[in-house]
């Protein structure tokens, strides 16, 4: 089978409250998608906000068989998934099949200070304590064993400071590391 080119999978991650939903509705935008190096030609529908609500909705139950598919059915397509991260050692079923799956992919890594990121979850409705995973208690750890994770399986990464009224500029992963001490 010929293709022109595989499709990709983006997991916008972060915990709980960090703004991933918040993101994927901005991203709809020339400027973001030439930042993140996306073509907005290769989107289906050129529609962003509809493959946000669906990975909201199928990415929790995402699978083999489901991955397999787009794999093999959806050249030239980008798909922007919203991926909560949890925690290690064991991150989740969805990891279980996306690590090892061929599909392109790459991590957009949503970071703020942890004070910034405290704000949003007061912000929030309650929300139970296991549903942050690790990154409750241990916020900075988390998110470096995450990255540990991601270069363990070679899937390439970006870090966004998850900041709308900026644009959301993409930092160096020195300033995410600067970023996660304030």
């Known amino acids: 089978m010929t293709r022109s080119r595989q499709p990709t ?11 991933k939903t918040t993101f994927t509705k901005n991203i709809d935008s020339k400027y973001c998608f030439e930042k993140l190096h996306v073509s907005i030609e290769d989107q289906v529908y050129n529609n962003i906000h509809g493959m946000a609500h669906m990975s909201q909705r199928a990415f ?32 989740d079923h969805r990891w279980d099949v996306i690590k090892d799956h061929p599909i392109k992919k790459r991590a957009i890594i949503l970071c703020v200070s942890e004070s910034e990121w405290h704000r949003r979850i007061k912000k929030r409705e309650p929300l ?3 549903s942050f995973g690790t990154f409750y ?41 600067k970023m996660l001490d304030e």
């Open 9 to 19: 999978l983006e997991l916008i991650c972060g915990p709980s409250c960090i703004g």
């Open 60 to 91: 929790r139950l995402l699978n083999l068989n489901m991955l397999d598919w787009i794999y093999a059915y959806c050249a030239n397509l980008t798909l922007f998934l919203c991926y909560r991260i949890k925690g290690p050692p064991k991150w």
């Open 128 to 130: 139970e304590k296991e």
């Open 137 to 177: 208690d241990q916020y900075k750890y988390t998110y470096i064993k995450w990255v540990e994770e991601l270069d363990r399986y070679n899937i390439p990464y970006i870090f966004i400071d998850n900041n709308k009224e900026n644009n959301y500029p993409v930092i160096h992963k020195s300033d995410f590391l």
